[in-house]
């Protein structure tokens, strides 16, 4: 919103990651602090709600100083195609993040290579903003058996759910559920004629 953020916590270290002072900021977004010269900082910016940033200081010269302003986001809120966009609860991940749908072989539930990047994708959203949990919907065209296809759905629901869990997303945050040939996308309900292309 630009709105300045109060108390947020504003982490001072050295180069080699090592924690010197944690500062606050005032009321109205602001802080200060010294740093001895021709040295390299980097400092962490921190805030419940919000995604962490960080910014390396260059090494300054004896009285030089710098004026660094940042944006922190909302934890719910990323940008996509350079547009700001909340993440409502219960909200489809797929359309918010312009995700493409995720294939799998006929009758398979390995992870194409193809999906990895996709899936990627909501693995970086998770890591960057702990506060959210998801749940992996899977569901399969009407080709096979209805229970066959159950099944299926719920393997490749698992695996999509392992994949991101094995990412370092704890297990905790995600969940699967598979629909089977309950949420078709394409008019071919069993009994319908139809081409490979339309299932």
């Given at each position: 919103s630009g709105?300045?953020?109060?108390?947020?916590a504003i982490e001072l270290r050295t180069a080699s990651d090592?924690?010197?002072?944690?500062?606050?900021?005032?009321?109205?977004?602001?802080?200060a602090f010294d740093v001895e010269p021709l040295k390299i900082y980097k400092t962490v910016y921190?805030?419940?709600?919000?995604?962490?940033?960080?910014?390396?200081?260059?090494?300054l010269k004896p009285e030089e100083k710098r004026e660094v302003s940042l944006n922190l986001y909302n934890e719910m809120q990323v940008i996509v195609d350079n547009k700001l966009v909340t993440i409502?609860?219960?909200v489809d991940l797929t359309k918010i993040l312009n995700l493409k749908p995720i294939y799998f072989d006929y009758n398979g539930y390995k992870?194409?290579?193809?999906?990895?990047?996709e899936l990627d994708k909501v693995v970086e959203l998770l890591r960057t903003r702990p506060s959210i949990s998801i749940q992996?919907?899977?569901h399969t065209d009407s080709r096979g058996k209805d229970d066959f296809n159950m099944r299926l759905s719920e393997n490749r629901a698992s695996a999509t759910v392992d994949y991101i869990v094995k990412?370092?997303?704890?297990?905790?945050?995600?969940?699967?559920?598979?629909?089977g040939e309950t949420r078709l996308i394409n008019r071919c309900t069993n009994g319908v004629p139809?081409?490979?292309?339309e299932h």
């Open positions: 709105a300045p953020i109060a108390d947020a090592e924690k010197i002072k944690t500062y606050y900021t005032d009321k109205d977004g602001k802080y921190k805030k419940p709600g919000y995604i962490q940033a960080i910014v390396h200081v260059p090494a409502d609860p219960g992870i194409r290579e193809s999906s990895k990047t992996v919907n899977s990412a370092g997303i704890p297990a905790d945050r995600i969940s699967g559920k598979g629909f139809c081409s490979e292309v």
